[in-house]
T-cell receptor, first 115, second 113 residues
Framework: GAGVSQSPSNKVTEKGKDVELRCDPI?????LYWYRQSLGQGLEFLIY????????KSGLPSDRFSAERTGGSVSTLTIQRTQQEDSAVYLC?????????????FGDGTRLSIL | AQSVTQLDSQVPVFEEAPVELRCNYS??????LFWYVQYPNQGLQLLLK??????LVKGINGFEAEFNKSQTSFHLRKPSVHISDTAEYFC???????????FGQGTTLQVKP
């Protein structure tokens, strides 16, 4: 079956521009997560959604970062006024439930480069 | 809060030799533990997980890990590695009351012929 799908796979943009990254979770998965992978910081949690509950935004690094999940499925991570330190691979994952024993399944990520 | 420490950033090993990748964690609550593998330009693939029960967990590709509560460790082992095992390996922990994974810094396994 289809796994977690992320688009675009690569994104290059100029400093100060806004970017949107998309994630399509595995069908039927109620939980969706965003992580960031960078050379200096490793793998960091950003935000997760579980069903209709309020998302856990505790990992978002600044108010330039936001995410939404429409219809309990597709999610978009938006970074406003991008900075060079935002350059990283952004990984999305989904699972059958956030606080269950179900593992998270990852997409291949979006590689974001800020010039 | 939880934290994870992977004690080795790089582990070089010859093909068909055994390997151990070390992982220690810290948590004030009960946790679930995971090992993921990442091949170049790909996402993370689950190798194995410890949720409860038997402390020796077997995963894919011949890997296994042992949960040691007293030493707060979850080391990954394989008795005989292949060239294709060359990749980045991440240990991760999740507290029982949250969905977010906390990752270690990763260990690069380099298998040499």
């Amino acid at each position: 079956g289809a796994g977690v799908s992320q688009s675009p796979s690569n994104k290059v943009t100029e400093k100060g521009k806004d970017v949107e990254l998309r994630c399509d979770p595995i069908s039927g998965h109620t939980a969706l997560y965003w992580y960031r992978q960078s050379l200096g910081q490793g793998l960091e949690f950003l935000i997760y959604f579980q069903g209709n509950s309020a998302p856990d935004k505790s990992g978002l690094p600044s108010d330039r970062f936001s995410a939404e999940r429409t219809g309990g499925s597709v999610s978009t991570l938006t970074i406003q006024r991008t900075q060079q330190e935002d350059s990283a691979v952004y990984l999305c994952a989904s699972s059958l439930g956030a606080v269950s024993n179900q593992p998270q399944h990852f997409g291949d990520g979006t590689r974001l480069s800020i010039l | 809060a939880q934290s994870v420490t992977q004690l080795d950033s790089q582990v070089p090993v010859f093909e068909e030799a055994p390997v151990e990748l070390r992982c220690n964690y810290s948590s004030s609550v009960s946790v679930y533990l995971f090992w993921y593998v990442q091949y170049p330009n790909q996402g993370l693939q689950l190798l194995l997980k410890y949720l409860s029960g038997s402390t020796l967990v077997k995963g894919i590709n011949g890997f296994e890990a042992e949960f040691n509560k007293s030493q707060t460790s979850f080391h990954l082992r394989k008795p005989s590695v292949h060239i294709s095992d060359t990749a980045e390996y991440f240990c991760a922990v999740r507290g029982g009351n949250t969905g977010k994974l906390i990752f270690g810094q990763g260990t690069t396994l380099q298998v040499k012929p």
